[in-house]
């Protein structure tokens, strides 16, 4: 059994209020997809994070005290720093160029996720967006999730995710931030192998290999392929949240 | 086009001394497989371990001081522990039955990747063996390029995997700890996305990226299919090696 990753083509570019399980389905039917159950729909953070009008205008931004006195130690943008306290619960390290924040979310990123390419305002590239991070993007993958069941008739599995930089490793990877269907962490536990050793490493982020599997296939000019088509995940579909894949901070070693 | 992950049926146990080459490429030829410019093997490290005898035994090895010590610190076997210092440049944090090193090939990972599952001594099931990283992982998946072209007469990658855990995230993932022709880090510099934005995001880690996915189809009882196939990779072959994906540590703000 193989694990076949392919980018949906003919997705459209995305606008505030687009209806993506529709435009997925448009795609799967024009690419005459013939959907199965256990299929997952990998999708770029942009598209989803687009449609829900994250956008943001810096003009709008006015950035506080806090904000400026980061801007001027990590010589970022102020209104760019606001918005990252703004979308943050902790800041972690700073240096010139990097914030690196506990997300509200819960994860741990470089400069709260918030993007500056590929997001034009409409009709307005002269002003400066930038994009956040999808409000909720377990309850984004859920409710695409049911209204592509709905309209397939089979059972599939939906990820939202995005492209973090890593302690350690140059070099960035795809991440999972929203799932629904995709088991987040697969344990193992209880398995032998073929020596009838126990298992030593007994929780596989599975849910994380499937997104830097997925974001290798969107490349990094994600408009182009926002969207990957699985077939062949290797483990069953089961109800899952990104909390699943969150080192309870108490347990971190590197926070 | 697709990434297409299969793992290669019929690998055999691995034992001390065996040409690994020579088992994928008949493991390649009764699977029936052409193999075609481009396509890549992914190896568990376990396997390359074995091959080249990295097996110990543990009532061969006498603690230090420094070990025993440390063995007390951490609960763990000062054997055990003995071993991981032998493995290991440096020592980054201690808890409970974990040791974070950085390993003398430059990666920062847990117990020095020493392995205990799946590793027997060869009819002394009673021994207490575990497993070792390759020498020189690089090396071994150079070679093992050359061996492979040569028999096949098309250009392939190689890459030698572990599967790691993370700061911050729960779950383990595949990363890359040995490369011969993938490309371990892309640089997106310079290209621009839809809008015309310069990509911030420009260094991608490709070959981890290909680890996690390559990984997910090893499971974790990795005996059973070491070995996987590739086909679709996104860019192109190209001389590579681990230090790629090596943050520097005087620009790691996690050490």
Redesign the interface.
């Known amino acids: 059994?193989?694990?076949?990753?392919?980018?949906l083509p003919g997705m459209p570019?995305v606008r505030v209020g687009d209806d993506l399980s529709e435009l997925i389905w448009q795609a799967v039917q024009r690419a005459g997809i013939s959907l199965q159950d256990g299929d997952i729909f990998v999708l770029a953070q942009k598209i989803v994070s687009k449609a829900e009008g994250r956008q943001v205008n810096l003009t709008s931004i006015v950035p506080s005290e806090e904000a400026r006195q980061l801007a001027l130690a990590t010589g970022k943008d102020p209104r760019l720093v606001e918005l990252n306290l703004q979308e943050s619960s902790e800041i972690l390290?700073t240096?010139p160029g990097?914030i690196?924040v506990e997300h509200r979310l819960g994860?741990?990123c470089a400069n709260a996720g918030i993007?500056?390419?590929?997001?034009?305002g409409e009709g307005n590239?002269d002003e400066e967006y930038v994009l956040l991070l999808p409000i909720n993007p377990d309850a984004s993958a859920r409710q695409l999730r049911t209204q592509l069941e709905q309209v397939s008739g089979v059972r599939l599995g939906v990820m939202i995710i995005d492209?973090h930089g890593?302690?350690?490793?140059?070099?960035?990877?795809?991440?999972a931030i929203g799932l629904a269907g995709v088991p987040?962490?697969?344990d193992?536990r209880g398995?032998?192998?073929?020596?009838?050793?126990?298992?030593?490493?007994?929780?596989?982020?599975?849910?994380?290999?499937?997104?830097?599997?997925a974001?290798?296939?969107m490349?990094?000019?994600a408009?182009?392929t926002p969207v990957i088509h699985v077939r062949g995940?290797?483990y069953p579909l089961r109800e899952s949240s990104l909390s699943?894949?969150?080192?309870p901070k108490q347990e971190?070693?590197?926070?």
Do not use: K
């Open positions: 059994m193989a694990l076949i990753l392919t980018p570019s390290r240096r990097t690196i994860f741990v993007d500056h390419s590929n997001v034009a590239a492209s890593r302690a350690w490793r140059l070099g960035t990877v795809g991440i987040g962490v697969v193992l398995r032998n192998d073929l020596y009838g050793y126990q298992l030593r490493i007994t929780e596989v982020g599975a849910a994380d290999e499937l997104a830097a599997a974001s290798l296939m490349g990094q000019a408009e182009g995940f290797p699943e894949l969150l080192r971190d070693l590197f926070r």
